[in-house]
């Protein structure tokens, strides 16, 4: 361990509330059912290419 590296304890850390937009607005996934959560669980996310200028 290096002196700029920080341990935490467990008991030092917090849980991180994660939002997501669902139809057009921003909701914690939280306060989803628990059949939301699990569809949120699956979602995957991708990266589409871009375009090919024609030629």
Not at 33 to 48: A, C, H, L, S, Y
Request: glycine share 6%.
């Amino acid at each position: 361990m290096t002196p700029s590296t920080i341990a935490l304890d467990d008991s030092e850390r917090q849980r991180c509330e994660i939002w997501t937009r669902v139809m057009g607005y921003h909701r914690p996934v939280s306060s989803f059912n628990i059949g939301k959560q699990g569809e949120f669980n699956e979602r995957t996310f991708f990266r589409e290419p871009h375009a090919q200028a024609a030629s």
